[in-house]
Every structure is written in C-alpha cells, then in structure tokens.
C-alpha cells in the first residue's frame, strides 16, 4: 500500500508511535510561506509530523508506517 491511498482519519503506527492520518492540509512554513503537505497526528503528545505530497508514491513498509 502506498502513502497515497490512506484515508483521512486511519490510524497508523509510525515507529512503534500511534497517529492518525489527517489528509493533505495546508501548513505556513517559516520565512517561506503556506505549501500542501499530508499530515499525521501523534495521539499522546498532539504534535504534527508532515511529509511532503511527492512522498505519496512511497510504500508504507518503506517509511516503516504500520496499518493499526
């Protein structure tokens, strides 16, 4: 499975962390400006992690994310 075919609100374990899959959002990059990225949300602390929309062609077993 690819990056590309989550669906927004999926739970996922990124290295042994729980999230959950929020979709491609907007997101305001410092001294840059807003760009689209797809986001996760780490359930126990709230932080975000991105990964950037050229990254959907990735499998799942390579960026070492699990389907919970």
Request: hydrophobic share 35%; glycine share 8%.
């Amino acid at each position: 499975m690819k990056l590309s075919e989550l669906k927004p609100g999926q739970k996922v374990s990124l290295n042994g962390i729980l999230a959950e899959y929020q979709g491609i959002q907007k997101v305001r990059i410092p001294n840059f400006g807003k760009v689209e990225k797809r986001v996760f949300r780490i359930d126990e602390t709230g932080d975000y992690l991105y990964y950037n929309l050229a990254d959907g062609s990735k499998t799942l077993k390579s960026e070492k994310i699990k389907l919970l």
